[in-house]
C-alpha cells in the first residue's frame, strides 16, 4: 500500500504564503514507484478537481496551471519522498482542498492518470 499525507494548509490572507508538503509511505512505495511523478490538484467547493502543478523523478521537469504559473512553485525531495508546493501571492480564488498524487512515469495534468492521492489538505485565502 502506499500512503499520502499532506500537511501545511491553512487560512492565510490574500497576497501571503503557504508551503504545502506531502509525504510518501508504505511497504510498497520504493518497489512500485522507482520513478514516479507526483502532482497536486485542488478542488473547491462545487467545482470539478483541477490540475495545479507537477513534477517529474528528477524534478528537473516541472509543469503548472496557467492560474498558478508565477505564483506557485513545486519540488520535491526523493531522499524523503516528499513533495512540495510553495505558494505565494495567495488569491481568494485559489482557495480549495489540495491534493497530491503519484503516478508511475512522467508527469501529468491529467487527474484520472494518478493512482494514489492524499486525503486533501484546506487551503482558506481570505480577502
Known amino acids: 500500500q502506499v500512503q499520502l499525507v499532506e500537511s501545511g494548509g491553512g487560512l492565510v490572507q490574500a497576497g501571503g504564503s503557504l508551503r504545502l508538503s506531502c509525504a510518501a509511505s508504505?511497504?510498497?512505495?520504493?518497489?512500485?514507484?522507482?520513478?514516479?511523478?507526483m502532482g497536486w490538484f485542488r478542488q473547491a467547493p462545487g467545482k470539478e478537481r483541477d490540475f495545479v502543478a507537477a513534477?517529474?523523478?528528477?524534478?528537473?521537469?516541472?509543469y503548472y496551471a496557467d492560474s498558478v504559473k508565477g505564483r506557485f512553485t513545486i519540488s520535491r525531495d526523493n531522499a524523503k519522498n516528499t513533495v512540495y508546493l510553495q505558494m505565494n501571492s495567495l488569491k481568494p480564488e485559489d482557495t480549495a482542498v489540495y491534493y497530491c498524487?503519484?503516478?508511475?512515469?512522467?508527469?501529468?495534468?491529467?487527474?484520472?492518470?494518478?493512482?494514489?492521492w492524499g486525503q486533501g489538505t484546506q487551503v482558506t485565502v481570505s480577502s
Open positions: 498524487a503519484v503516478r508511475r512515469g512522467a508527469p501529468s495534468s491529467l487527474f484520472r492518470l494518478y493512482k494514489y
Open positions: 513534477i517529474s523523478w528528477s524534478g528537473g521537469n516541472t
Open positions: 508504505g511497504r510498497t512505495f520504493s518497489s512500485t514507484f522507482s520513478n514516479y511523478a
